[in-house]
């Protein structure tokens, strides 16, 4: 470019911004905010950043070059115990009165209260770039994998060729650091543009995410010239903000997740116990009571229901027999195609675990009375359940991943359970549990010897018993012999 008298040789420099003491008690400026990069500038195109308060200089220059050495003594500025100038605000403009600064943290605040989910979230963070900020276009932008796009732009009725200068950008990521460009010789911006601000936005690696981008241009509606250091800084609190907005949306979302896939498997109470202390997840070894339940003659009612009907039919069935799970505090095992599996106490300590592994049964068998009046027609035999529940000595752990929880037990204990399950088509009981569940049950829970069983599987016998009554209800056996194919007994206990 050519140089003239009224277009002096540009110099490149550092601008580091030094707040004074008494500045950075009152806000507590982070280390971010006080750093402005400047490049670039005709010599006496500086800005100078004073504290009218305390006198106290704002700016220290390592090149001033000859054109700003003049500039200066033409201001009359005076140095500091640094070498760095003092100049007057009266030599530089006037800054933001305590109406529009008052105003610029209200519209912060306003802005702070508005969800990141928003979708005018952005627009209304471009449009503050404006009102109040002052600066005659803005812009919101994106950075991902080295290229900008725009998500967001307000600028009034200027010209729609008007973008944000691609050169801006990438110095203000690579310095991830506030960029601010004065025009004076009205060609290194456009010949329209008088300064531009970038303050770049950090995600949570502390990487570009995007940016604020602002321009004030020449007859634009707001008179000043070049950018006042006040200006900078709310560019930056934008940024900061949206910034902030997004690593809490991001958060949330992540929180929101994690409780959903808790929820998918604990009750609403441990989920609450599990947020405050995410290591009650590890693995541990402790008593638990299993419960496994299932559809007895599965394979004739989807054959005579269909695809269709089958999966609503099961998907209802595992919806009220989940309710009874969590209604008493238990923990969801698993699904397996036309039952489930649950466990109490674990992760928590629920001392009446099997009391409380009882009365979830005792609710899952009173459901399919009601099953039966809206499918027994349908599914062209009458619908029943077995449930299996034994109490022991378990490994409790998570085997999935951070994508798909598998929170479970592991041991012997699982398996007799679910043999014990089994064991209800050949006994017709609709419950049936282990004596180690059953000397763990109140007198509430009434039982009834049923056989001491060699299970598949299980080295020792086990003696199993009939619920006939959890608290106020009742609970009969089956009276269908064609589930009781072979017996159970082996012997009888002393």
């Known amino acids: 470019m050519p140089h003239s008298r009224s277009s002096p040789k540009l110099v490149r420099f550092w601008c580091n911004v030094r707040i004074s003491s008494a500045i950075r008690q009152r806000f507590a400026y982070p280390a971010r905010f006080l750093e402005l990069d400047l490049w670039e500038f005709p010599a006496w195109d500086i800005p100078v950043f004073v504290d009218n308060n305390t006198g106290g200089n704002f700016m220290d220059c390592i090149d001033y070059g000859d054109g700003y050495a003049q500039h200066l003594q033409s201001l009359g500025a005076t140095r500091d115990e640094y070498g760095a100038p003092i100049i007057a605000s009266s030599a530089i403009g006037r800054s933001p009165g305590a109406s529009t600064i008052a105003t610029w943290f209200e519209v912060l605040t306003g802005l702070a209260r508005m969800p990141a989910s928003d979708p005018e979230y952005l627009s209304t963070a471009a449009e503050l770039l404006l009102v109040p900020g002052g600066l005659d276009a803005g812009w919101v932008l994106s950075h991902q994998d080295g290229h900008w796009h725009v998500v967001r732009a307000a ?71 070049s950018v006042r250091p006040l200006e900078c800084l709310w560019v930056q609190l934008l940024a900061e903000q949206v910034a902030a907005a997004e690593l809490r949306r991001a958060a949330e979302a992540d929180c929101a997740r994690h409780r959903v896939m808790l929820q998918q498997i604990f009750a609403p109470e441990i989920v609450s116990l599990l947020e405050r202390d995410p290591g009650l997840l590890s693995s541990q070894t402790r008593t638990a009571t299993i419960l496994f339940m299932d559809l007895w003659r599965s394979t004739a009612i989807a054959e005579q229901l269909g695809v269709e009907l089958t999966h609503e039919f099961l998907s209802h069935l595992m919806d009220c027999m989940t309710e009874h799970v969590m209604r008493h505090g238990g923990v969801m095992i698993d699904y397996f195609g036309d039952g489930l599996s649950a466990m109490w106490n674990a992760p928590t300590d629920q001392p009446d675990h099997a009391l409380r592994a009882c009365r979830a049964a005792a609710g899952m068998q009173a459901e399919i009375p009601t099953f039966n009046s809206e499918w027994e027609e349908l599914a062209g035999v009458t619908i029943r359940i077995g449930i299996g529940i034994h109490t022991g000595t378990v490994s409790v752990g998570n085997s999935g991943s951070r994508w798909h929880m598998k929170y479970g037990p592991r041991g012997q204990v699982v398996s007799a359970a679910s043999r014990i399950e089994r064991a209800t088509r050949q006994s017709g009981e609709a419950i049936l549990i282990s004596d180690a569940t059953r000397t763990m049950l109140p007198a509430n829970v009434t039982c009834e010897y049923i056989e001491r069983a060699q299970l598949s599987g299980i080295q020792d016998p086990v003696d199993l018993y009939g619920v006939r009554q959890v608290d106020e209800m009742k609970l009969a056996r089956s009276p269908l012999a064609e589930f009781r194919n072979v017996p159970l007994t082996t012997t009888r206990p002393n």
Do not use: H, M, W
Not at 215 to 220: C, E, F, T
């Open 155 to 225: 600028a009034g009725e200027l010209d729609d060729e008007l973008r944000p200068r691609l050169d801006v950008l990438r110095r203000a990521a690579r310095e991830q650091a506030t960029l601010y460009c004065g025009n004076s010789s009205r060609q290194q911006l456009a010949d329209d543009v008088e300064a531009v601000i970038c303050a770049p936005v950090l995600d949570a690696q502390q990487n570009v995410s995007g940016a604020f981008y602002g321009a004030r241009v020449i007859g634009g509606v707001n008179a000043r010239k």
